[in-house]
Nanobody, 123 residues
Framework: QVQLQESGGGLVQAGGSLRLSCAAS????????MGWYRQAPGKQRELVAD???????NYAESVKGRFTISRDNAKNTVYLQMDSLKIEDTAVYYC?????????????????WGQGTQVTVSS
């Protein structure tokens, strides 16, 4: 099995910073793309940023210039540095990853989600 464990959410004032972490663990053969999504109350889940295993990044327009995604392949961990936070960044943030896990004489590709971590930005 594979698990994604997020940490780093919390309450912060507008203009402040938070850093989210997400570590993948389990019977992992290879971690491919990793990313962060968020879901605010009453809204659909949306992509915030993602990063390939080679380090190519992609950001939602709303966070460009404020958020930075990075990863440590040796630790199977992805990070999201969030600066200049706005009230509209308030949401539950979910880690997502494409992972090949070890099977019997083969590998099994799958897409996995973390349990989510709350980020609340106050005025």
């Amino acid at each position: 099995q594979v698990q994604l464990q997020e940490s780093g959410g919390g309450l912060v004032q507008a203009g402040g910073s938070l850093r989210l972490s997400c570590a993948a663990s389990g019977s992992i053969f290879r971690v491919n793309a990793m990313g962060w999504y968020r879901q605010a109350p009453g809204k659909q889940r949306e992509l915030v940023a993602d990063i390939t295993s080679g380090g190519i990044t992609n950001y939602a327009e709303s966070v460009k210039g404020r958020f930075t995604i990075s990863r440590d392949n040796a630790k199977n961990t992805v990070y999201l540095q969030m600066d200049s936070l706005k009230i509209e960044d308030t949401a539950v943030y979910y880690c997502n990853a494409d992972i090949a896990r070890r099977g019997f004489l083969t590998t099994l590709e799958g897409n996995y989600w973390g349990q989510g971590t709350q980020v609340t930005v106050s005025s």
